[in-house]
């Protein structure tokens, strides 16, 4: 309980302050009477109850946290604020359970972009709203966010950052304080939002729209405020902003950071990871869609072109838009496009899947072994560029990746098990723990995840969680010797 009751203070608090994010739906609601501002009214006032009970029942145990604190506070928030979360969309939609309100929660915080909502054109439009400013609250992260502005938690920061960010280079320091960091990367965040929204206006959307989805696109989400997402608007101009705004976000914000605090461009020249995602996210685009042009889906290139781009593109950043069904592709399309996101995205972006440093560091490492058994003595140091990579981090990765691979087959397991066909299951086991969204079969891109019964549903949303804290910091506090002094 010494460890517990001090990181419920903390927890108490960042509940309560979470209301704050309900003011814009609020304030949407009421200056477009869509009815819904009830809802909201009864979600804030939910926090501020458990926020402030929660407060005064563990005042006393306030004190600075540890670094197993840490990872309790981050595991704490992200599975009790979904549950906060969902208040609006139970109060609002007739019929909704509280499972499939938590599942469209957590895929809103987590940034996946799942759903299992249809009629989301007739839905009140601040409720779209609030669903991808879930997505926006949580594309950097929610712990980070409060590294950042709310110093006054008395949280230790460091150990808040290196639990939450995505990516194996956890110890790179930007800046002499972990708390400027995060601000410098929020700032950005902000500047990127808010030019994605004026771009997505110029394209043709409405105010409304372009902020809807410019919260989906900036912390790669996928959320719509249309079932047909982004095909809804039939627009090349709006595409092509989503294409180039998703691109943004699947580069690693620490390179952002340093082009900006530079004020010069050369910094994604040298960021092997940018290179690399660049290139990897080009081939894919232009080989899917000559390879939609060749077998005839499409009868000229250009219209090939539009939709291999934009979906391919979509999917391997973990964004989730559609502006067509790609579920009736032939298969080897969307099976290649789920392949993309289990690794495409760069190391520190808004982005799921392992990343690409990763994916690289593994393919150096599997030919660093096969030389070794031809020269057993040589020294051959894994190189990322110039850099050295420290064996430990290499040894790190490989246990993340038998943790991934682990994780994913249970996952798909237990969804077949509980009577799904393979290819819904396998694909859902890939688009929720690579925090994608849309899958193949019964969740493919024209469906909702609606079709779960209860049980998938919550291992979905397990599954959710576990991808967006990289799969160690949620198991970590499962281990018992975390919970040993």
Known sequence: MNRVLPVLNVLARIVALFGVALVPPIAVSLWIADGAHGAYDEALAVCLVLGGAGYAATRRFRRELSARDGFLLVVSVWVMLPAVASLPLLFAVPGLSFTDAYFEATSGLTAT???????????PRSLNLWRTELHWIGGLGIIVLAVAILPLLGVGGRQLYRAEMPGPMKETKLTPRIAETAKGFWLIYVGFTAACVVAYRAAGMDWLDAVIHAFSTLALGGFSSYD???????????????????????LSYGTHFLAV??????PYAFDSEARAFVVVLGASCIGISLYLWVTGVYADFGTALRY???NTASIATTLGFSNTDYGQWPVFAPLWMLFLCTFATCSASTGGGIKLVRARLLVKQMFRETSLLVHPRAELPVRLGQQVVPPRVVFA?????????????VVVFL???????????LSAAVACLNNTGPGLGQVGPATTYAVLNDFQT????IAMLLGRLELFTLV????PRFWRP
């Open 397 to 409: 990765i490989l246990a993340f990746m038998s943790f991934y691979g682990t994780s994913l087959l």
């Open 113 to 123: 972009g799942a759903t299992v909502l249809s009629g989301l054109d007739t839905l």
């Open 261 to 266: 605090s530079r004020r010069t461009l050369r």
């Open 476 to 479: 970590v506090v499962l281990n």
């Open 228 to 250: 047909a997402s982004l095909g809804h608007f039939d627009s090349v101009a709006v595409e092509a902003v989503a294409v180039f705004f998703m691109v943004i976000a699947g």
């Open 308 to 310: 291999g781009v934009f």
């Open 415 to 425: 969804l077949t098990v509980s009577g799904l066909d393979l290819l819904t299951a």
């Open 458 to 461: 919550w291992v979905c949303s």
